[in-house]
């Protein structure tokens, strides 16, 4: 079937690169998505990655796709206070309308 | 352009009531779906609908249920309550055209006591 798995926290220090790994299952998956959920909020759309990339980058986020081994990454450069947030990794499965959503990675910057 | 809207943002019902959830999208996006968020089961896709048809529906009892308007706007409807049901309940609107870019609202916090 089809699952998203990420690692629940990451720590890093503030102007340091952050890396948020994940991983899914389900090979047909179309497009692959990064969205960022702050206190309180509901979820925002960050950016996104067809199947048949390899790479994005999109000012200081960069996603990186491995299909091979099915691993999803998104780099943030120069990781800022503002970036403290949970980071939810997102595939569009075997009907590209329904998200498949991992369990987030909760971000921490320390000084 | 206005964003995704939901209603009310705070809930507090007691077990066995039934409650409605209202969405209105992003105008002239025609998909809106809706999940559940807890801490313990994260992010569920409960279903979604277009141009008024359910298109897809998650692993939910059929105490969930929803409609769309032909106006785009949805509702959401959950019999029945039980305490497990508290959650956060999210909204997402989309064009429903690739690369299916989901635009989420802030969510109705339900609260079953």
């Known amino acids: 079937g089809e699952d998203v798995e990420q690692s629940l926290f990451l720590s890093v220090r503030e102007g340091d690169s952050s890396v948020i790994n994940c991983t899914y299952t389900?090979?047909?998956?179309?497009?692959l998505y990064w969205y960022k959920q702050e206190p309180g909020a509901g979820l925002q759309l960050l950016t996104y990655?067809?199947?048949?990339?390899d790479m994005k980058q999109d000012q200081r986020l960069t996603v990186l796709l491995n299909k091979k081994d099915k691993h999803l990454s998104l780099r943030i450069a120069d990781t800022q206070t503002g970036d403290s947030a949970i980071y939810f990794c997102?595939?569009?499965?075997?009907?590209?309308?329904?998200?498949?959503f991992g369990s987030g990675t909760r971000l921490s910057i320390r000084p | 352009k206005a964003g995704v809207t939901q209603t009310p943002r705070y809930l507090i019902k007691t077990r066995g009531q039934q409650v409605t959830l209202s969405c209105s999208p992003i105008?002239?996006?025609?998909?809106v779906s809706w999940y559940q968020q807890t801490p313990g089961q994260g992010l569920q896709f409960l279903f979604e609908?277009?141009?008024?048809?359910?298109?897809n529906k998650g692993n939910f009892p059929g105490r969930f249920s929803g409609r769309q308007f032909s106006n785009s706007r949805s509702e959401m409807n959950v019999s029945t309550l039980e305490l497990g049901d508290s959650a956060l309940y999210l909204c997402?609107?989309?064009?429903?055209?690739?690369?299916?870019?989901?635009?989420f609202g802030p969510g109705t916090r339900l609260t079953v006591t």
């Open positions: 997402a609107s989309s064009l429903a055209q690739r690369p299916y870019e989901q635009y």
């Open positions: 389900d090979s047909s998956s179309t497009y």
């Open positions: 990655i067809f199947s048949n990339m």
């Open positions: 997102a595939e569009s499965g075997s009907s590209a309308s329904k998200i498949i």
């Open positions: 105008s002239g996006h025609r998909s």
């Open positions: 609908y277009f141009s008024e048809t359910q298109r």
